[in-house]
């Protein structure tokens, strides 16, 4: 679910501006999940832009605060939601934890690190959602240990059907800045696609693990 239309469009335009997404039609990008992609987000960029960062993180806390009970503990999914949860736990004056894909392999084999107050209310923030298994993954830990973990933020959103479905079944409230439909919108705006681009790119859309093979 996207937070604000107005939102959804700034972040576009900040996320273009500052090359957070490359849309690359004719050279594909290689997901982690082995999909073949035109676009890859790589949201970390925008921790190097205060504005930006900043932006987002009031929106994060505005989300929160209008929408959310108040969180006894913000939880970043590793790496990438981790500077950006600490700031959100940081304004709203909440300890702040954050979850590994995994247990550590040495030292206290942890994989949720920080000091966890177990059955109070988590809001978990992401950076990225795609396919939903990795974020899903760090709720399920989070539940693991007693809490209450419902609420997800994130930046951006693919709006694949099939990660719906599966934050719906895992009865997860997802909320984010931006997502695939804002962001073409806001790109062909601006001239950063043409018209054959937007085509490959809508039928990506349409069947991302099968597009390119």
């Not at 190097?48 to 994060?60: E, G, K, L, V």
């Not at 004056?93 to 107050?117: A, C, D």
């Not at 079944?169 to 043409?194: G, M, Q, R, W």
Request: proline share 4%; net charge negative; aromatic share 8%.
């Amino acid at each position: 679910m996207i937070y604000n239309e107005e939102v959804a469009l700034t972040v576009a335009e900040f996320l273009l501006q500052i090359k957070a997404i490359k849309l690359e039609p004719t050279k594909p990008f290689t997901w982690a999940s082995g999909w073949n992609s035109p676009i890859y987000c790589d949201n970390r960029v925008t921790l190097s832009h205060p504005t930006i960062r900043t932006y987002i993180r009031q929106n994060f806390v505005d989300i929160v605060e209008t929408k959310m009970d108040k969180p006894g503990t913000i939880a970043g999914v590793a790496t990438g939601g981790i500077a950006h949860g600490v700031l959100v736990a940081q304004e709203l004056g909440v300890p702040f934890v954050y979850v590994r894909p995994e247990s550590k392999k040495h030292g206290l084999g942890n994989q949720i690190e920080g000091q966890l107050v177990t059955n109070s209310g988590i809001v978990v923030v992401e950076d990225l959602v795609s396919t939903g298994k990795s974020s899903l993954a760090a709720v399920e830990a989070l539940r693991a240990e007693g809490c209450d973990a419902k609420h997800m933020l994130a930046i951006f959103d693919y709006g694949f059907e099939q990660t719906a479905e599966l934050f719906k079944k895992n009865k997860v409230e997802l909320v984010t800045l931006c997502d695939y439909e804002h962001l073409i919108k806001k790109a062909i705006e601006l001239d950063y696609i043409n018209n054959s681009h937007l085509e490959t790119l809508m039928n990506w859309r349409e069947n991302p693990a099968k597009w390119g093979k």
